[in-house]
C-alpha cells in the first residue's frame, strides 16, 4: 500500500484556533509535550478533542502550530520595530546617527522578547522538541524574518551608511550579536530588564562598529 495521506486540517474559526493554541501553548510548557495529553489542551480550550484533531490532525502538528504562530507574532513586532526606528521617515539628523536608530531598535526588540509570553515559550519548545520538528530546518519563516532586516540594511547601505556586501548575513550577524546572546542566558538573567538592554545596546554597538561605513565610503 501507499503512503497514507494526511487528513486536511480544518480551518475553522479564529477564535477557536487561538483558543487552542494558547491552551497548548501552556500545557506544553507545563508539563511537557509527551506528558500533555489531546484531552487536557480540549478541556482547557473549551472546545471537544475532536475539534483539536480536526483543526490540527495530531499532537506533532499542534506543537508546529504553536511555534508557527509565535513566529507570526514575532515577525508582526518585528516589522513594527523597523518601522518605528529604521523606516524611509527618518530625518536626515536621525539617519546620520544610526547607530542611535540601531541601538534604540535593538533595545525594543530585547523588551519584546522579555514581554512576549509566545515568544518565550516557543523558544522552549524548540530547545526541548526540535528531533520532533525538522519542518523548522530552513523553515520560510525565519527566512523571512531574516529577509525582514536585511532589506532594511541594504536600504541604508545604498544610502552610503553601512559598509555591506551581503544584507543577510549582516541580519544574521546583528541576530546573533543581540537576540541569540539574551537567549543564551539563564532563565533568570533573560528576566532582568535591566540586564537585557545591556546586551542588546551593546549588540548593537558592535554590529556597528562591524558594518558602519567608514567616512571615504559615505555618500
Known sequence: MGEAIPKPVRRGQ???RAAILVAARDLFVQSGVERTSMDA???RAAVSK???YDYYGDKRRLLLGVIEDAGETALGTLRELI???LSDRLTPEEVAD???AVTGFAIDLG???LISSHYAAAVTLIAENETLLPELDDHPLGDTHTRTLAERLAHFADLGLLDVDDPELAAE???ALTTLRVLNEPLRRRADAEHVQRIMTD???AFMRAYAARGDNRR
Open 14 to 16: 479564529e477564535h477557536k
Open 41 to 43: 489542551i480540549a478541556e
Open 50 to 52: 475532536r475539534t483539536v
Open 83 to 85: 518601522d518605528t526606528h
Open 98 to 100: 544610526l547607530e542611535h
Open 111 to 113: 523588551r519584546s522578547q
Open 173 to 175: 550577524h546583528f541576530h
Open 203 to 205: 549588540g548593537a554597538h
